[in-house]
Every structure is written in structure tokens, then in C-alpha cells.
């Protein structure tokens, strides 16, 4: 018998730069960092208010060889037909429009489907 009442409570990130993923997450998509556990390496647990959301930061293992993803905070991938599989996450945005000029202002590069804008 499958559970009942599931719901999505969270979704981990690894990041070399988690402090740099968190003020992009609270910044641009209004998140709030809260209070994270020890758990011997660094966390950063934010959540999207009124939601139940939370989203955990990983800071990722220094030894691991494996990329980070199509843009990431040390080694960018600039061919963005790899943005279409892998991990991700995604938000639906009432205000599409002013959001995409949000991300513009702050110099983040828009792309749909590998069409800059």
C-alpha cells in the first residue's frame, strides 16, 4: 500500500559555493535561510515561506570528479543543450515576465531551451 499523505518536503544541492547558491535561492526566488543541523560539513537549509518547501545546500566533497552541472560556480559548461537533462529543480513563477527582467538586472543569463534572451 503506497503512503498516504506524501508530500514533497525538500530537495538537496551539492555545491562547491553554497553560499553563493543561497543568496541566489534568497535573492531572486525570495527564500529564507534557517537553522541547519551540525552534520560535520556545510549545510545551508532554506525554505520558501508559506510553502513547507525547504531546499538543503550540500557543500560538495572537494574530491569528487564528478561536474557540479552545466553551469557551475567553478568550471561553467557554456553548451546549454545540457541544461535540458540532468538534475534540476522548477519553480513556477506567477510574474514570469518581471521575474526574467529580475534575473537580467542582476546579470544572470535568461535562456529557454538554448535561446539566450
Given at each position: 500500500?503506497?503512503a498516504?499523505?506524501?508530500?514533497?518536503n525538500?530537495?538537496?544541492r551539492?555545491?562547491?559555493d553554497?553560499?553563493?547558491?543561497?543568496?541566489?535561492?534568497?535573492e531572486?526566488?525570495?527564500f529564507?535561510?534557517v537553522?541547519?543541523?551540525?552534520?560535520?560539513?556545510?549545510?545551508i537549509?532554506l525554505?520558501?515561506?508559506?510553502?513547507?518547501?525547504?531546499f538543503?545546500?550540500?557543500?560538495?566533497l572537494?574530491?569528487?570528479?564528478?561536474p557540479?552541472?552545466?553551469?557551475?560556480?567553478?568550471?561553467?559548461?557554456?553548451?546549454?543543450?545540457?541544461l535540458?537533462?540532468g538534475?534540476?529543480?522548477?519553480?513556477t513563477i506567477?510574474?514570469?515576465?518581471?521575474?526574467?527582467?529580475?534575473l537580467?538586472?542582476?546579470s544572470?543569463l535568461?535562456?529557454f531551451r538554448?535561446?539566450?534572451?
Open positions: 500500500m503506497a498516504k499523505g506524501a508530500c514533497l525538500h530537495v538537496a551539492e555545491s562547491s553554497i553560499r553563493r547558491l543561497a543568496e541566489f535561492y534568497k531572486i526566488l525570495g529564507e535561510e537553522e541547519s543541523p551540525n552534520v560535520g560539513f556545510k549545510v537549509w525554505s520558501l515561506p508559506s510553502t513547507g518547501f525547504f538543503h545546500l550540500i557543500e560538495r572537494p574530491e569528487t570528479r564528478l557540479e552541472g552545466p553551469y557551475s560556480t567553478s568550471s561553467p559548461t557554456v553548451d546549454p543543450k545540457h535540458l537533462r538534475h534540476h529543480v522548477c519553480f506567477s510574474n514570469f515576465e518581471s521575474f526574467v527582467q529580475t537580467k538586472v542582476n544572470f535568461v535562456r538554448g535561446c539566450c534572451i
